[in-house]
């Protein structure tokens, strides 16, 4: 079985850049596609990339995702920060042993 | 568009059992792979349960034990979670979510989730 790993929480200023983290604890990273999801709170979680690095239709360029063998990690960036992108933000992924596991999420705080 | 719409959550008393429904609307649904994931209050997501297409490949999270049942019914576009002998841990937020195998095992649509309360 393997984990993903995320920081519990990151903080940054609206306008600036963040980069959430999330480490596979074993197996290549690169060998399973890994999805990120964003959870308001009150709300469902939404999809702001998959298949690694890939946009859903509405969500905007803002958003980009990708993977780094070296260190067996994909990460979540979000530029130009708004009020509107606090949230939990989820990294996941999926094989045929462990199914679709999540990381714990991380909380981000733009303020 | 694509709606998914849980019920049948409540406040239950442990060792007792729940099942919890999902209405599935605007997609074909016989189409969809569909899962079950839960969430605690104030915690992470959970991944529970997958089902197939025609409901012959089923999975579990091995933390359940063989205490919850999905399945479902294309006929009325429906998922179901039996869930039995119900303990403190499985207080959550359960979701039925669809998969799309050709976004890398995306969940793509999430409802808006049924709690459930185990206590006594």
């Known amino acids: 079985n393997f984990m993903l790993t995320q920081p519990h929480s990151v903080s940054e200023s609206p306008g600036k850049t963040v980069t959430i983290s999330c480490t596979r604890s074993?197996?290549?990273?690169?060998?399973?596609?890994v999805q990120w999801y964003q959870q308001r709170p009150g709300s469902s979680p939404t999809t702001v990339i998959y298949?690694?690095?890939?946009?859903p239709s509405g969500v905007p360029d803002r958003f980009s995702g990708s993977i780094d063998s070296s260190s067996n990690s994909a990460s979540l960036t979000i530029s130009g920060l708004t009020t509107e992108d606090e949230a939990d933000y989820y990294c996941q992924s999926y094989d045929s042993s462990n199914f679709w596991v999540f990381g714990g999420g991380t909380k981000l705080t733009v303020l | 568009q694509v709606q998914l719409v849980e019920s049948g959550g409540g406040l239950v008393k442990p060792g007792g059992s729940l099942r919890l429904s999902c209405a599935a609307s605007g997609f074909t649904f016989s189409d969809y792979y569909m899962n079950w994931i839960r969430q605690a209050p104030g915690k992470g997501l959970e991944w529970v349960s997958y089902?197939?297409?025609?409901?012959?490949?089923?999975y579990y999270a091995d933390s359940l034990k063989g205490r919850f049942t999905i399945s479902r019914d294309n006929a009325k576009n429906s998922l179901f979670l039996q869930m039995s002998s119900l303990r403190a841990e499985d207080t959550a937020v359960y979701y039925c979510a669809r998969v799309t195998i050709s976004s890398g095992w995306l969940i793509d649509y999430w409802g808006q989730g049924t709690l459930v309360t185990v206590s006594s």
């Open positions: 298949k690694d690095n890939q946009r």
């Open positions: 089902i197939s297409r025609s409901g012959s490949t089923i």
């Open positions: 074993s197996g290549s990273i690169a060998s399973n596609y």
